[in-house]
């Protein structure tokens, strides 16, 4: 089975930045032979602070994303933070994708799963990966056609998190897919101030540690000028060291 890639930037920040990241895909694609779906929210419902950047918001957001769809022949992935954001978004988005705080959310489950489109479900922080069976009843009880389980560390005493691999394989004995989200487990949630911190820097070792677990696949928020971002500045991995990451995991 080929491995499954996600990128894109945390936020949709401007159509020039979606449409950079989108270009960039898709020659990684051309070159690599890989089928990356391109990521990106249209609203960061969860920030640290009230006055951070949310983004476009669900109408304008879709429009961006489904402009991205049309004109680069991308798939699209993006979360929702509410039960009535599932209709809306799964008429654009092939996955959609349930926030890790959100995963036992039972209506949200539900609502994703009626769109027919592929449900991303990412892993609590307070949860181990046997614990997610629930989740994946939830949503598939509900009539989901197929579930992702997405692996994203825990809470490891205050603003910080620690990923244990184990839970990979576990996850692996409740769905056939359980993606490495390789951004999000080095962040320092809530640590720099009012927003979160995180270290790019152990990016690729989250992502070559996931495959030596079995990971089927493999998340990156990514952006040509991370440390400028308005979301996840810290832990999104540089848009130029993409290609290179997935073609070694895909070695």
């Not at 270009?23 to 249209?42: P, Q, Y």
Request: charged share 25%.
């Amino acid at each position: 089975m080929k491995n499954i890639f996600i990128a894109g930037p945390c936020v949709i920040e401007s159509e020039q930045l979606l449409n950079t990241v989108a270009e960039r895909i898709v020659a990684i694609n051309g070159t690599l032979g890989t089928d990356i779906i391109f990521k990106a929210s249209f609203d960061k419902a969860n920030r640290t602070s009230i006055r951070s950047f949310r983004g476009p918001g669900i109408e304008r957001g879709l429009q961006m994303l489904a402009d991205v769809k049309s004109r680069y022949g991308l798939r699209i992935l993006t979360d929702i933070h509410e039960s009535w954001q599932a209709k809306e978004a799964g008429q654009v988005a092939d996955v959609l994708q349930i926030p890790a705080f959100l995963c036992r959310q039972t209506d949200l489950l539900v609502a994703a799963a009626a769109t027919g489109r592929i449900v991303n479900i990412k892993k609590a922080q307070f949860l181990s990966g046997a614990d997610m069976r629930y989740p994946v009843e939830k949503a598939r009880d509900a009539g989901a056609s197929e579930v992702w389980l997405t692996e994203r560390g825990n809470m490891f005493g205050y603003n910080n998190l620690a990923v244990d691999f184990r839970n990979i394989p576990d996850m692996l004995e409740i769905v056939p897919t359980v993606i490495m989200d390789c951004t999000h487990s080095v962040q320092r949630p809530g640590g720099a101030d009012g927003k979160t911190g995180g270290d790019r820097r152990f990016v690729p070792m989250m992502a070559k540690a996931a495959k030596a677990f079995g990971a089927t696949g493999y998340f990156f928020e990514v952006h040509p000028d991370p440390d400028h971002g308005l979301s996840d500045a810290a832990n999104m991995l540089e848009l130029d060291k993409l290609e290179a990451l997935v073609a070694e995991l895909n070695a």
